[in-house]
Each structure stands twice: as structure tokens, then as C-alpha cells.
């Protein structure tokens, strides 16, 4: 059983020095290192700075969500307790993936980089085959009906318009 201290304490370690900072920071700087085109426009700055920061947001709630109401992490050394089906999860399985994609789309758009866009695509194949091969068998044998329950109401990647309530 995982203490709400240590799930935070390897949450942000994780986030900030693993697999969120890896994607999300060291590969595109790797790939574009941070410069923005010259002669960029404003609007097409703000937007792109809004679409990393719309990103940002489910990853960063999830990683909460997960300390919280799972009592656990996003790694899976230390999983969460409980099976988190409350805020955007109430929406989409995979809010915090998706919201990986929209920053990268952001970045993308930020830099004008052909090859962030293509680095996106390999991050969404890589992340689709790890949700369907590993994350979801292992869910469904952790949580049994009560992730069938969630599996057959909350679909995987595109959000439902309205939040799924479990009864």
C-alpha cells in the first residue's frame, strides 16, 4: 500500500526527470531546440503556448487524480490502488495521453517543426500500443468488472459529451 506521500514524491520525480519530461521536453528540444521560426506571429505563438498549456492540463490533473483518488502513480512500479474513473476519466480512458498529444501538437505548431509533427505520430503509435498490449490487460486483471464496467462506457481515445456516471 502506497502512502500518499510517497505516491507524490515518486510522481513528481517521475514527471519531472522520467517518461513526461523525456517526451515533452528533452525530445523536442532534441528535435527543434526551442526556436521558434523568425518572423513568427503573435496569434500563432499565443495559440501554439495555449495548445501546450491545454496539454499540460490533463496530464498534470491525472498525475493528481492518480496521488489522490487512486492512492498510487502513473508508474507502474507503484500503481494505484483503486481504479480512477472520476474527473476527465469520466470522459475518455486516456486524458492524460491525449493531452500528451495535444502539447506536442502545440510544439509543432510553436516551432513549425515537420519532424515534431512526425515525432508525434511515433509517440501516439508507441503510446496506442502500450494502452492496448499492456495497460488494458493488466487493468482488466487488476479491477475486473469494475474496469469492464468503465471499458464499456468510457470510450478509449475519442470523449464522450457527457461524463459517465457508474450507476
Not at 58 to 74: H, Q, Y
Not at 94 to 100: A, D, E, K, R, T
Not at 117 to 132: D, K, N, Q, S
Request: net charge positive.
Amino acid at each position: 500500500m502506497a502512502t500518499l506521500r510517497r505516491s507524490l514524491v515518486v510522481s513528481v520525480l517521475f514527471t519531472f526527470c522520467g517518461g513526461p519530461a523525456l517526451v515533452l521536453v528533452l525530445m523536442p528540444w532534441y528535435i527543434t531546440h526551442f526556436r521558434i521560426p523568425a518572423g513568427e506571429s503573435h496569434a500563432s505563438i499565443v495559440a501554439a503556448i495555449a495548445l501546450i498549456a491545454a496539454g499540460l492540463t490533463p496530464l498534470f490533473e491525472s498525475i493528481g487524480r492518480f496521488v489522490v483518488a487512486g492512492r498510487g502513480t502513473l508508474v507502474p512500479a507503484v500503481p494505484t490502488e483503486h481504479l480512477v474513473v472520476s474527473g476527465l476519466y469520466r470522459y475518455v480512458r486516456n486524458p492524460m495521453y491525449i493531452g500528451v498529444i495535444i502539447a506536442l501538437g502545440g510544439q509543432a505548431l510553436l516551432f513549425r517543426s515537420g519532424h515534431m509533427l512526425f515525432y508525434l505520430g511515433i509517440v501516439w503509435l508507441i503510446m496506442h500500443a502500450f494502452v492496448c498490449l499492456y495497460e488494458e490487460p493488466m487493468l482488466a486483471r487488476t479491477f475486473e468488472e469494475e474496469y469492464q464496467r468503465f471499458r464499456n462506457h468510457v470510450p478509449r481515445w475519442i470523449p464522450r459529451l457527457k461524463p459517465w456516471t457508474d450507476g
